[in-house]
């Protein structure tokens, strides 16, 4: 479960998304000899996403249109969601937390996003972990109170072969 803390009490903010996860191997850490592994390959995954503000609103939409949520802010509630179509799909390494502080953040989606893509492929090669990735993020101003946000996750795959020692 996503949740945002409310700066303006005990009030969470619960966003509908998916999630998925991989565990990310630092290349010291596997331990194996030269023939127990294969790097299958590197891969990469992009997101973006555009955050529209005004004084006590944000709307948060994904470049590709599979999501939006609009999320408004009240003195004594702090935000909450007021509405959405779509759902993001999200992912996370293992290491990483899944609260994303007081406020929505655009930057946060993109991301996760990105990192949500990358672990798809991971899937769809039958790799079994992604070795050292790295996740950089871009922003630009497109606009008046519009932000955009381009997520790109960047990580090698690995097989491990069964050994018989």
């Known amino acids: 479960m996503l949740t945002l803390a409310s700066c303006g009490g005990t009030h969470s903010l619960v966003v509908p998304h998916a999630v998925s996860t991989a ?30 503000y005004s004084s006590n609103s944000l709307k948060i939409t994904s470049g590709d249109g599979d999501f939006s949520y609009n999320f408004v802010f009240d003195q004594k509630r702090g935000w909450s969601l007021k509405s959405f179509s779509g759902s993001a799909t999200l992912g996370y390494l293992l290491s990483e937390s ?3 502080g007081n406020m929505p953040q655009a930057e946060e989606f993109a991301r996760r996003v990105a990192i949500a893509k990358l ?34 996750a960047i990580a090698k795959i690995v097989k491990i072969h069964s050994t018989t020692r």
């Open 98 to 100: 899944t609260d994303m």
């Open 23 to 52: 565990d990310a191997i630092p290349a010291a850490a596997l331990n194996l000899q030269k023939g127990d592994y294969e790097i299958l390959n590197t891969i990469s995954e992009s997101a973006s996403v555009s955050a529209k």
């Open 119 to 152: 672990i798809e492929q991971v899937k769809d090669y039958g790799a079994d972990g992604i070795l050292e990735p790295i996740v950089t993020t871009r922003v630009s101003n497109s606009g008046s109170k519009t932000i955009e946000y381009q997520a790109t």
